[in-house]
C-alpha cells in the first residue's frame, strides 16, 4: 500500500477538516499508511489516538517554513503522494513537487481563485471538486479541465443510521419540548445573513403560524455575539437554543424536524447531508452545489435565495405534513447511502491516487 501525507492548515470542526479526518481514517482500515501535517486541533488529537501519525506544521506562518518541514516528512517517510486540502496546503505542496518531485492532489473544498491556482495550484496533478458547481467554476475562470474531477463529499453513512436514541429521548437530553416543530441549523455563524440565521429568526419572529416553532443552533462564531442580540430583540430566547460548538451533532439531528441552511453560498452543503442522513428532509436556498445534494420536493425544498416568504411556505408545509415530511426524510436518507456515502468518496479518491501514481 502507498504513504499518503494529508495537510491541512488546521484540524477543528469544520467542512474540510472533517473531511480530512473522514479520508484518514478510511484509508488507514483500507491499509494505507496516512500521515497529517496540520496547524492541530481536536480532530488532530483524535487522528493521533487511533494511530495516525500526525505533524505540527505552521503553514499560515510561512509557506516555504512549512515545506522546509514536509520535506523532511517526505524523504523520512518515503511519502508517495501529498494530498492537500486548502489553498495555503497546496502552495506547500506545490513547493515540495518543484524540489522532490512528489505527486499532489488538491481538494478545492470551496472556490479558489485563478490567482490561486497560478501561485501554485496548477501543479496539482489533479483537482478534486467536491461538486459540479465548483468544477464549472472553476473551468470558467480559466483553469485546466483536465485537472479538474468532480467527487462529492461522503458521509460516514453507518454512523448515522440506527441510532438507539428516539427523537423523544433526543428531546429530553436536550431539553426541548416533546412537540413542537423543531427547525435545526448547524454551521459557523459568521454573521446573521451568511448562512441564514437572520432569515429563520425573521420567521419564528414574524409569522403567527410559527410562533409554537423553535430553532437549534449549533456552531460558533465572530458573529455569535450579534446572533444573541438579534435573538433577545425579537423576544426569541425561550425559542431559539443555542447549544455551541458541538463534535458529535448526531443526536442533535434526531431531535429535530428539519435541517434549514438558508445560505448565500454553499460548495456542497455537509450540514444537509448530515440531516439527510439521519432521515431529515432539508429546506436551502438553491446556490452553489446545494441543487446537486437536494432533489426539490423529492429530500428537501430548494428556495430561491433571499425568498423568505417561501422559505416560510416550505417549513410550513413540513410541519403541516409530517408523513409526507417523513417521507421525504427517508427519500433523502436512501440518497445519502447511495449517492454521497464516505465509502464511495475514499473509492474515488483511491482510484484518484491510482491515475496519477501509475
Given at each position: 500500500?502507498?504513504?499518503?501525507?494529508?495537510?491541512?492548515?488546521?484540524?477543528?470542526?469544520?467542512?474540510?477538516?472533517?473531511?480530512?479526518?473522514?479520508?484518514?481514517?478510511?484509508?488507514?482500515?483500507?491499509?494505507?499508511?496516512?500521515?497529517?501535517?496540520?496547524?492541530?486541533?481536536k480532530l488532530?488529537?483524535?487522528?493521533?489516538?487511533q494511530?495516525?501519525?500526525?505533524?505540527l506544521?505552521?503553514?499560515?506562518?510561512?509557506?516555504?517554513?512549512?515545506?522546509?518541514?514536509?520535506?523532511?516528512?517526505?524523504?523520512?517517510?518515503?511519502i508517495?503522494?501529498i494530498?492537500?486540502?486548502s489553498a495555503?496546503?497546496?502552495?506547500?505542496?506545490?513547493?515540495?513537487?518543484?524540489?522532490?518531485?512528489?505527486?499532489?492532489?488538491?481538494?478545492?473544498?470551496?472556490?479558489?481563485?485563478?490567482?490561486?491556482?497560478?501561485?501554485?495550484?496548477?501543479?496539482?496533478?489533479?483537482?478534486?471538486?467536491?461538486?459540479n458547481?465548483?468544477?464549472?467554476?472553476?473551468?470558467?475562470?480559466?483553469?485546466?479541465?483536465?485537472?479538474?474531477?468532480?467527487?462529492?463529499?461522503?458521509?460516514?453513512v453507518?454512523?448515522?443510521?440506527?441510532?438507539?436514541?428516539?427523537k423523544?429521548?433526543?428531546?429530553?437530553q436536550?431539553?426541548?419540548?416533546?412537540?413542537?416543530?423543531i427547525i435545526?441549523?448547524?454551521?459557523?455563524?459568521?454573521?446573521?445573513?451568511?448562512?441564514?440565521?437572520?432569515?429563520?429568526?425573521?420567521?419564528?419572529?414574524?409569522?403567527?403560524?410559527?410562533?409554537?416553532w423553535?430553532?437549534?443552533?449549533?456552531?460558533?462564531?465572530?458573529?455569535?455575539?450579534?446572533?444573541?442580540?438579534?435573538?433577545?430583540?425579537?423576544g426569541?430566547?425561550?425559542?431559539?437554543?443555542?447549544l455551541?460548538?458541538?463534535?458529535?451533532?448526531?443526536?442533535?439531528?434526531?431531535?429535530?424536524?428539519?435541517?434549514?441552511?438558508?445560505?448565500?453560498f454553499?460548495?456542497?452543503g455537509?450540514?444537509?447531508?448530515?440531516g439527510?442522513?439521519?432521515?431529515?428532509?432539508?429546506?436551502?436556498?438553491?446556490v452553489?452545489?446545494v441543487?446537486?445534494?437536494?432533489?426539490d420536493?423529492k429530500?428537501?425544498?430548494?428556495?430561491?435565495?433571499?425568498?423568505?416568504?417561501?422559505?416560510?411556505?416550505?417549513?410550513?408545509?413540513l410541519?403541516?405534513?409530517?408523513e409526507?415530511?417523513?417521507?421525504?426524510?427517508?427519500?433523502?436518507?436512501?440518497?445519502?447511502?447511495?449517492?454521497?456515502?464516505?465509502?464511495?468518496?475514499?473509492?474515488?479518491?483511491?482510484e484518484?491516487?491510482?491515475?496519477?501514481?501509475?
Open positions: 500500500m502507498k504513504n499518503v501525507l494529508l495537510i491541512v492548515p488546521r484540524m477543528n470542526i469544520g467542512g474540510a477538516e472533517t473531511y480530512t479526518a473522514l479520508v484518514a481514517r478510511t484509508l488507514a482500515q483500507k491499509g494505507y499508511q496516512v500521515f497529517l501535517a496540520s496547524g492541530g486541533g488532530a488529537d483524535e487522528l493521533a489516538k494511530g495516525i501519525k500526525t505533524f506544521l505552521p503553514i499560515r506562518l510561512n509557506y516555504r517554513f512549512a515545506a522546509f518541514f514536509v520535506k523532511k516528512i517526505v524523504k523520512k517517510y518515503k508517495d503522494i494530498h492537500a486540502n495555503a496546503a497546496g502552495f506547500v505542496a506545490a513547493l515540495v513537487r518543484k524540489e522532490l518531485g512528489t505527486p499532489f492532489i488538491y481538494t478545492a473544498h470551496g472556490i479558489f481563485s485563478k490567482k490561486e491556482y497560478d501561485r501554485g495550484l496548477f501543479l496539482s496533478d489533479k483537482i478534486i471538486c467536491v461538486s458547481y465548483v468544477r464549472e467554476k472553476a473551468i470558467k475562470d480559466g483553469c485546466n479541465p483536465e485537472q479538474m474531477i468532480t467527487c462529492y463529499n461522503g458521509i460516514d453507518e454512523s448515522f443510521e440506527n441510532l438507539e436514541l428516539t423523544k429521548q433526543a428531546r429530553d436536550l431539553q426541548l419540548p416533546p412537540d413542537a416543530f435545526g441549523i448547524i454551521s459557523r455563524i459568521k454573521n446573521l445573513k451568511h448562512k441564514g440565521h437572520g432569515a429563520l429568526l425573521n420567521i419564528l419572529a414574524k409569522k403567527a403560524e410559527a410562533k409554537e423553535h430553532l437549534v443552533v449549533v456552531g460558533k462564531g465572530k458573529g455569535l455575539l450579534v446572533l444573541n442580540w438579534a435573538i433577545k430583540k425579537a426569541l430566547s425561550k425559542r431559539v437554543h443555542c455551541g460548538h458541538l463534535t458529535n451533532v448526531k443526536n442533535v439531528l434526531v431531535a429535530l424536524d428539519t435541517v434549514a441552511v438558508p445560505s448565500r454553499e460548495t456542497f455537509l450540514a444537509l447531508a448530515e439527510m442522513a439521519v432521515g431529515k428532509p432539508v429546506v436551502a436556498y438553491q452553489g452545489g441543487p446537486e445534494l437536494v432533489s420536493g429530500n428537501g425544498f430548494l428556495v430561491e435565495i433571499y425568498d423568505e416568504e417561501n422559505l416560510f411556505n416550505k417549513l410550513k408545509f410541519a403541516d405534513n409530517p409526507q415530511a417523513q417521507e421525504m426524510g427517508l427519500n433523502g436518507q436512501r440518497d445519502i447511502r447511495e449517492k454521497f456515502s464516505s465509502a464511495m468518496m475514499v473509492k474515488n479518491i483511491v484518484i491516487y491510482d491515475e496519477v501514481l501509475k
